[in-house]
């Protein structure tokens, strides 16, 4: 007889494990499929975030930072060490002790929140019907009032440079180096290149980061762009926009090396790397998720369709998180997983799309939400801007830590803060501070008349929002 529940989700990554947990704390009895699993059958919770992620990339770029700065930067504070050196096992070995933490860490909540996890593939059969195959290939049917898709997302994979999990990874492949690759080559100027490429970097790799497009991060203001490819090219990523990768072949001599063939607005080139990573996107894991009887609408890209609240076209049948439209992001997966858990349990919970953040994990970071001044030049709404650079600030100063700035991008007939981008230290978390802001509607003079403590990043917030009036009070104003 196959087992009965209120809800099963299929699969366990941010969006997956945050809608289970939240069905069960509304009450509805919940099961959790998972494919991933450990060596001994156990199911590993967490999806890409926590297995090969947020979580290790951030762990990798916390270790490579530290490294950078002691080989860089604390001689300027008087510190001196007669010797520094990286044992990229022992990296990898605490990188992997915070994964297996937060991962037991959802296994834990599942047992706390009652949610049963179940080990296996999972696959749409029908309207509350859901098939698993286990590790063994024993099958079962669970029965379901309500389904939730969460199968997230894979590399993209491209024909010039096939992944052999040796020389040519992806970005699975690059948190498991076992030394640091002498010349590093990245194909896409994206996030996982850019915060990949500056964790192998700042350990000591030549990095060459090869972008088929020839602007750089079209998702910022051209300034604020131009800005970060200065920032990033002097701290030594050779980042070289407009390249069209065409093919790549294995030197298996002496040295193995990928030799990688691209074309640039200078004719054909080649360049030679010890490793090269792939990182030119993901796409959704969507193939054999249904049965085709089912009947469930996948877009050309292998996207679920789903409305604004996640609803599939079949009834009682629920999409979240990369599976589905919007930024592959896992709070964007988060509160997607919230939202549909909360409307089951009959609340009227929204997710704003307008405002998901978006943060680049280099050093500075790179964190931007709302709308750009060209989105709203193209939108013709008329704004003003702030801006304040963090080379002003007292405590950048006192920390060494002067690169980048912010830029506010406000509303002009409602002095509404439409939208904010920020590179500099801490910028993900000066970032939330606006998110907040833009939640609450609130106006650039809000942020100028609050009081923000001294000596603080986050005054260059605040002086970026008196910028929008010409009233920085540590900056020459162009406006009075
Ligand atoms: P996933 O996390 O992909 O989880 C899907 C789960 O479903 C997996 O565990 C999979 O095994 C399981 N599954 C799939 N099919 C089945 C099936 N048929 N049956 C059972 N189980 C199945 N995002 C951020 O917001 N911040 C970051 O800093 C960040 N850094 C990243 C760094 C890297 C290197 C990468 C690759 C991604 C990063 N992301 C980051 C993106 C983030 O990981 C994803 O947006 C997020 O994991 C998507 O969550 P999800 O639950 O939709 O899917
Ligand atoms: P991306 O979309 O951020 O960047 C891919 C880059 O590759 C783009 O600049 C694209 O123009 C370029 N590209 C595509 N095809 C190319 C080709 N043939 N040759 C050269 N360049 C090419 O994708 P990503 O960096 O792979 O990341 C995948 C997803 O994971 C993203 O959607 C991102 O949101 C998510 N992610 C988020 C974080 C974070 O939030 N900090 C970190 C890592 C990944």
Redesign the pocket.
């Known amino acids: 007889m196959s087992q009965q529940f209120d809800v099963v989700v299929i699969g366990s990554g941010p969006a997956g494990y945050v809608a289970a947990i939240r069905c069960a704390q509304l009450g509805l009895d919940t099961a959790c499929v998972e494919r991933w699993r450990s060596e001994s059958n156990e199911p590993v919770y967490g999806g890409t975030c926590l297995n090969v ?1 947020c979580i290790p ?1 951030k762990a990798l770029l916390d270790t490579s930072h530290k490294f950078y700065e002691l080989r860089r930067h604390f001689a300027d504070h008087g510190i001196t060490a007669k010797q520094s050196a990286i044992d990229v096992a022992a990296m990898m070995s605490r990188k992997n002790k915070v994964v297996g933490q937060l991962t037991k860490g959802v296994a834990g909540l599942f047992k706390g929140n009652k949610v049963t996890g179940i080990s296996g593939v999972g696959t749409l059969l029908g309207r509350g019907r859901v098939g698993v195959t286990g590790a063994d290939g024993a099958q079962q049917e669970l029965r379901a009032s309500h389904v939730i898709l969460a199968s997230g997302s894979e590399p993209v994979a ?1 024909p010039p440079a096939p992944i052999d999990n040796e020389l040519i990874v992806d970005s699975t492949g690059a948190l498991e180096f076992d030394s640091v690759p002498q010349r590093l080559g990245v ?7 850019l ?1 990949l490429g500056s964790v192998w970097s700042r350990l000591g790799s030549q990095v060459t980061i ?4 020839e602007d750089f991060l079209p998702a910022l203001d051209r300034p604020m762009a131009r800005d970060a490819l200065k920032i990033l090219t002097r701290q030594g990523l050779d980042i070289r926009l407009g390249t ?2 065409s093919g790549s072949r294995i030197d298996k001599g002496k040295n193995s090396s990928v030799i990688v063939t691209y074309e640039d607005a200078e004719g054909s080139k080649e360049a030679v790397f010890d490793k090269l990573i792939v ?4 796409r959704p894991v969507s193939q054999d998720l249904a049965d085709s009887a089912a009947g469930l609408a996948i877009d050309g890209k292998g996207l679920v369709e789903v409305d604004e609240f996640c609803a599939t076209n079949l009834p009682d049948v629920y999409a979240v998180g990369d599976l589905v439209r919007g ?3 896992a709070h964007k997966g988060m509160e997607e997983g919230v939202m549909v858990a909360e409307r089951l349990a009959g609340k009227k919970t929204q997710v704003n799309y307008e405002l998901v953040p ?4 280099t050093h500075p970071e790179i964190a931007w939400a709302g709308r750009t001044e060209d989105e709203m030049k193209q939108a013709g709404v008329e704004c003003i801007t702030g801006s304040f650079a963090f080379a002003a600030s007292g405590r950048a100063l006192a920390a060494h830590d002067t690169d980048g700035s912010v830029k506010l991008v406000v509303e002009k007939a409602t002095d509404r803060i439409a939208g904010c981008q920020i590179i500099g230290a801490g910028a993900a978390d000066l970032l939330q501070q606006m998110v907040i802001a833009m939640e609450f509607s609130a106006s650039a003079e809000d942020i100028a008349l609050t009081m923000f403590s001294h000596p603080a990043l986050s005054e260059v917030v605040h002086e970026a929002a008196l910028a929008v009036h010409g009233h920085a009070i540590h900056k020459a104003n162009r406006k009075r």
Do not use: F, N, Q
């Open positions: 992620g990339s491209i194909i896409g100027a994206g996030v996982i290149g915060e090869l972008e088929a497009l069209k990768v990182a030119v996107g993901r930024p592959m992001l978006s943060v680049i994990y």
